[in-house]
């Protein structure tokens, strides 16, 4: 586990998302405010893209089929079972760091 810088604070509007590409992983990278937050950019369902997925308050949609996921903690409103990976996020000054597996 180690945090790795992927991106810069300043790139990201406040209420979008841009993805990550590292270690294999495809990560969505989320900003609520000056809140930062990282999940798995695949949807639980059928692997739609995340970070192209409409922000609704504290929720994104998925582009696909409409699923929502809490952008904090991963967390499915249809089923306690439906939970995105996510990954701790730091901020330093500008740089945004993802804590990796
Ligand atoms: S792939 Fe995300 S809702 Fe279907």
């Known amino acids: 586990m180690s945090f790795v810088p992927v991106a810069k604070a300043s790139e990201i ?3 979008s998302a841009i993805l990550v ?4 992983l495809e990560i969505a990278l989320f900003r609520l405010g000056d809140e930062f937050y990282a999940t798995s950019n695949l949807c639980i369902h059928q692997g739609g893209p995340l970070a192209e997925g409409r922000i609704d308050g504290e ?5 696909w089929h409409h699923w929502r996921f809490n952008i904090k903690d991963g967390t499915s409103p249809l089923s306690p079972k439906l939970k995105l990976r996510t990954f701790p996020v730091k901020r330093e000054e500008d740089q945004i760091l993802i804590d990796l597996p």
């Open 13 to 15: 509007p406040p209420g």
């Open 21 to 24: 590409e590292i270690n294999n």
């Open 59 to 63: 929720q994104v949609i998925c582009p």
